[in-house]
């Protein structure tokens, strides 16, 4: 039966489900073709076996370790075990509802209403997702105290200015070292971007659609890497270090001193991207401080968990004259390789976007003792996830 009315009487759940699924989500697309994003089925089975769990602990395998002895004939070989590691995943929930008033009157007419629909929906929910990602990277570095913060810092470089050539493979290799080759996509703000295309780094990728025509993308390569241009990429306004005679520099001043043209009181100063507290007598300069991330192969695990009705149409024919609602919902997990989520901080049975951006619910995989010292923790070079801090 054709699906050409959008109410609650002649919508299709199925098909619309089927359509949504068949349009090109463009950006979510070339996240898995990177290999960045893999299905885990560790976490799909812990998931299905206890019927509705919205988050799980699962284990990961140790690697076999140890110093060898020397084999001459009078020493005894001595045995180990490896060490099982556990990393907590969790599934985030999210639901949403469009009303439109006579909306099947108004916009179907001669459109097919499913293609109109569905392309907007596949796209919603490609941001849908991509949040939750953000926000989850935005977790991990905001991980504190002991091997957390090694990581952190390790797999962070800051560029004094803006991105240049060897940026990406000198900010892979200190976080990586050899494994820098796993490294398979780019999360960058178009500033960014556009600063590297200018420098011919970046070489955009094109997309044939059904009808033949080939444009651009926002995605393009950059050493190898694929680049994901988007301006919901973290830039933050503040204040950098400067010289004197750098333009735009401001002196900074105490805070009991009244401020000139030219200067401005310490406590202004905020956020301030310098090393430390900024003192008087110094000088800043305001600007936009972009946050980059790169991913490596399988850095991140995906798995849609599904959910009973993902979408649904409801109509009121008595409410300004009838409305119909379309509502959608979705389970998903997202769990990064080698970070474990650990629940401290969240209010229901689906994390937030600012609860999965809380640094206090993650950590470094580790052995599970309670006690620090007891613990052993993944190498964190086995972890393919950088941060890049660029003027540009």
Known sequence: M???????????????????????NLKMNELKKSSALVGNPDIKDVFSSQNGT???????????????????????ITATSTKTFEQGVVVVGRAK????????YDITGKVDFMDNIA????????????????????????????????????????????????????????????????????????????????????ERLKYTDAQGITRSLDLGTWNGKLVVVDDDMPAEEGYFPATASDPGALKVVANSAT????????????????????????????????????LGKG???????????????DRDPKVNGGEDTLYIRQRKCFAPFGISYEKVSQAS?????????????????????????DRTYINHKAIAIVRIFSRG
């Not at 957390?148 to 892979?172: P, Q």
């Not at 695990?301 to 649904?312: A, F, H, L, N, Q």
Request: glycine share 10%; aromatic share 10%; hydrophobic share 35%.
């Open 119 to 202: 392309k907007q929906i596949a796209e919603y929910k490609d941001g849908l997702d991509q949040g939750t990602i953000l926000a989850i990277l935005k977790g991990i570095f905001a991980m504190t105290g002991g091997k957390n913060a090694e990581f952190v810092a390790k797999h962070t470089t800051t560029v004094d200015g803006d991105m240049t050539a060897t940026t990406l493979n000198s900010a892979t290799n200190k976080a990586c070292g050899a494994n820098k080759k796993a490294f398979a996509l780019v999360f960058m703000h178009s500033d960014v971007s556009t600063g590297l295309e200018n420098l011919n780094l970046i």
């Open 299 to 313: 850095s991140i695990s995906y798995e849609d968990i599904g959910v009973k009705v993902p979408y649904e149409m």
């Open 54 to 76: 919205g988050y799980a602990r699962i284990a990961m395998r140790g690697l076999a370790d140890g110093d060898a002895v020397n084999y001459d004939g009078q020493t005894d």
């Open 259 to 294: 401020p000139t043209d030219g200067e401005i009181k310490a406590s202004a100063v905020t956020p301030y991207f310098g090393n430390g507290a900024v003192a008087a007598d110094t000088y800043v300069v305001p600007g936009t401080r972009y946050t980059t991330y790169a």
């Open 2 to 24: 054709p699906n050409t009315k959008f109410d609650a009487k002649s919508f299709n759940a199925e098909a619309f489900k089927y359509k949504v699924g068949t349009v090109p």
């Open 349 to 373: 049975l689906s994390p937030t976007d600012a609860e999965l951006a809380n640094g206090a619910n993650w950590s470094v995989v580790h052995t599970g003792e309670s006690a620090e010292k």
């Open 97 to 104: 509802g469009w009303v439109e008033r006579d909306f099947s």
